[in-house]
């Protein structure tokens, strides 16, 4: 049956409309008293002296981060331009850097590994909602990013994807499954374009 160019069949039905008591699931918080008060503390630490941190005071944004339980190397560096939601969540490995502007989303724990790159607006996005249930309840997922990585600029990281050692995604890629190592990954979505290999001069 077509209605308007557009077959019925592809319209949802009635009975699919969200049940009062899935919009009223949807009005509730999903964070408890506790996570609400850190995440209060700790936006306005952010918005202040995080922020307001001179570019290169990297043992000083390391220490407020660690004070609201991320889990960082000695030579892990964080921009001031971060942002930064449940840095409790966070793991950032020796040799680390993330760039300015960069968002790291961690309502799910993230992990990143040893001498990685998170490029200047890359965004590593730890949190989505379950579509498939009329309530949306807030799915917490996990990225896991490997040793040896490089996260260009502007790309983006989804939910639940682990990114495989070595692995390279390219500038504004997206990334919504999991990233093979040591293969460099473009576009949206990302696909593999070649293998990584090291120059022998280096």
């Not at 070595?166 to 500038?171: E, K, S």
């Amino acid at each position: 049956m077509m209605e308007n160019g557009k077959s019925s069949a592809h319209r949802a039905p009635s009975d699919q409309a969200p049940t009062e008591q899935a919009l009223e699931s949807r009005r509730t918080s999903p964070y408890s008293i506790g996570e609400k008060i850190k995440r209060l503390l700790w936006g306005c630490v952010q918005a202040t002296l995080f922020r307001a941190s001179f570019h290169n005071w990297y043992g000083f944004r390391r220490m407020l981060l660690r004070a609201f339980g991320a889990q960082l190397a000695a030579t892990a560096n964080i921009r001031r331009t971060v942002i930064i939601e449940c840095p409790w969540n966070l793991s950032v490995g020796a040799e680390s850097s993330v760039g300015d502007r960069a968002i790291l989303y961690c309502l799910g724990p993230v992990t990143i590994g040893a001498r990685t790159t998170v490029s200047q607006g890359a965004h590593l996005c730890a949190g989505t909602h379950d579509h498939r249930r009329a309530s949306m309840p807030l799915v917490r997922a996990t990225i896991s990013i490997g040793d040896d990585v490089w996260i260009a600029a502007d790309a983006f990281v989804g939910p639940g994807v682990t990114v495989g050692t070595g692995a390279i995604l390219g500038a504004r890629g997206v990334a919504m499954r999991d990233l093979a190592p040591w293969k460099i990954y473009a576009g949206n979505p990302a696909v593999p374009v070649r293998e990584r290999a090291f120059d022998a001069r280096s």
